[in-house]
């Protein structure tokens, strides 16, 4: 099927937007501003989170919520959001414990290819749905976890071979320059190539009109169910890759090993300043908000001795004033 896409110019000058660069600046600094504060108050009522043992213990957390907050980040760009996250961390971290069965490196490889083709076939199976059958991403991405839920419990209770990997477990948290494992080496490097095929590729530049518009998106002649289901692969396969990295933190399997995640990679994104509806935003400021989560969580609030109640009370409140701040200061515009 065919149809004509008809061109459109712009008539007279384009409208002036001011207040856009000040917003943008806010919504890129203020999220490493507030990590700057948490962390200064944790080294002031814990000195040793200044030392590289503390130190590690935060950042092969960061490398891990960072990893499948990559994934999350780039459906949010498009509007949507995984909610399947959680439960594919929690099947990969079984499935790969089960084929490694042992304490040897023999079956590492296999674990490793396995788990990020399980991600990305789930990843796949959730970007169709919401293209071909018209599902609303929270509700297929919803269904979707509840069935792999569903799956795992019955592969658990019928497997019940376990094992992990010393290599594994040295890439995920062994340091070996200071405070800093192998794993988080790569999730740097992985980093840095996000941003930049956001930021300065084409496919990058219709991942962001996809997320202002998919009507207009599809009109300049992009294919919006090929770019969502790319996005939905991602986030399946860097779910995969986290599961793969928690068998390594753990030292074995565990049913419920994924379930923060689902939480935390969506406040990530928001916290870095991404627009939970889509077309702005970026992982070099989620990056900053993976960080706050896990000084909060792994940090300031176990230190400091916060009941669950109150580091409940406390998580949200963060949450919702930088949501406040990025509504009513970072994407405040005129147009004149």
């Given at each position: 099927m065919s149809a004509a896409v008809a061109e459109v110019r712009p008539v007279g000058p384009a409208p002036h937007v001011s207040g856009r660069a000040g917003g943008q600046v806010v919504t890129m600094l203020l999220p490493w501003?507030?990590?700057?504060?948490?962390?200064?108050?944790?080294?002031?009522?814990?000195?040793?989170?200044l030392k590289a043992g503390p130190l590690s213990v935060l950042?092969?957390?960061?490398?891990?919520?960072?990893?499948?907050?990559?994934?999350?980040?780039?459906?949010?760009?498009?509007?949507?959001?995984?909610?399947?996250?959680?439960?594919?961390?929690?099947?990969?971290?079984?499935?790969?414990?089960?084929?490694?069965?042992?304490?040897?490196?023999q079956h590492l490889f296999a674990a490793v290819v396995v788990c990020l083709l399980v991600g990305a076939v789930i990843g796949c199976a959730n970007g169709l749905i919401i293209t071909r059958l018209g599902m609303p991403d929270m509700i297929a991405t919803l269904a979707m976890m509840t069935i792999i839920y569903g799956v795992m419990t019955l592969f658990h209770a019928s497997h019940l071979r376990t094992g992990n990997s010393p290599a594994l477990v040295d890439f995920a948290t062994k340091p070996f320059l200071g405070p800093i494992m192998p794993a988080a080496v790569v999730w740097l490097v992985l980093s840095a190539v996000l941003i930049v095929v956001l930021q300065k590729t084409t496919f990058g530049r219709q991942v962001f009109a996809v997320g202002l518009s998919r009507g207009a998106a599809h009109a300049a002649g992009i294919s919006v169910m090929r770019t969502t289901v790319i996005l939905y692969v991602v986030s399946g396969v860097c779910a995969g890759a986290a599961g793969i990295l928690l068998t390594g933190q753990l030292g074995g399997m565990q049913l419920s090993s994924g379930n923060p995640y689902q939480l935390w990679s969506i406040a990530a994104v928001v916290l870095g300043g991404t627009s939970i509806f889509g077309g702005r935003g970026g992982y070099g400021s989620t990056m900053a908000g993976v960080a706050i989560i896990v000084v909060l969580q792994n940090g300031l609030l176990n230190v400091l001795h916060i009941p669950t109640s109150a580091q409940n009370i406390l998580y949200g409140l963060v949450i919702l004033v930088m949501l406040v701040v990025f509504r009513f200061g970072g994407n405040r515009q005129e147009v004149t």
């Amino acid at each position: 099927m065919s149809a004509a896409v008809a061109e459109v110019r712009p008539v007279g000058p384009a409208p002036h937007v001011s207040g856009r660069a000040g917003g943008q600046v806010v919504t890129m600094l203020l999220p490493w501003l507030v990590l700057v504060v948490l962390y200064a108050t944790l080294v002031i009522r814990t000195p040793n989170f200044l030392k590289a043992g503390p130190l590690s213990v935060l950042l092969y957390s960061i490398t891990i919520l960072g990893v499948v907050a990559m994934g999350q980040l780039c459906v949010i760009l498009i509007g949507g959001i995984d909610l399947s996250v959680s439960s594919v961390m929690t099947l990969t971290n079984v499935v790969s414990s089960y084929i490694i069965a042992g304490t040897t490196n023999q079956h590492l490889f296999a674990a490793v290819v396995v788990c990020l083709l399980v991600g990305a076939v789930i990843g796949c199976a959730n970007g169709l749905i919401i293209t071909r059958l018209g599902m609303p991403d929270m509700i297929a991405t919803l269904a979707m976890m509840t069935i792999i839920y569903g799956v795992m419990t019955l592969f658990h209770a019928s497997h019940l071979r376990t094992g992990n990997s010393p290599a594994l477990v040295d890439f995920a948290t062994k340091p070996f320059l200071g405070p800093i494992m192998p794993a988080a080496v790569v999730w740097l490097v992985l980093s840095a190539v996000l941003i930049v095929v956001l930021q300065k590729t084409t496919f990058g530049r219709q991942v962001f009109a996809v997320g202002l518009s998919r009507g207009a998106a599809h009109a300049a002649g992009i294919s919006v169910m090929r770019t969502t289901v790319i996005l939905y692969v991602v986030s399946g396969v860097c779910a995969g890759a986290a599961g793969i990295l928690l068998t390594g933190q753990l030292g074995g399997m565990q049913l419920s090993s994924g379930n923060p995640y689902q939480l935390w990679s969506i406040a990530a994104v928001v916290l870095g300043g991404t627009s939970i509806f889509g077309g702005r935003g970026g992982y070099g400021s989620t990056m900053a908000g993976v960080a706050i989560i896990v000084v909060l969580q792994n940090g300031l609030l176990n230190v400091l001795h916060i009941p669950t109640s109150a580091q409940n009370i406390l998580y949200g409140l963060v949450i919702l004033v930088m949501l406040v701040v990025f509504r009513f200061g970072g994407n405040r515009q005129e147009v004149t």
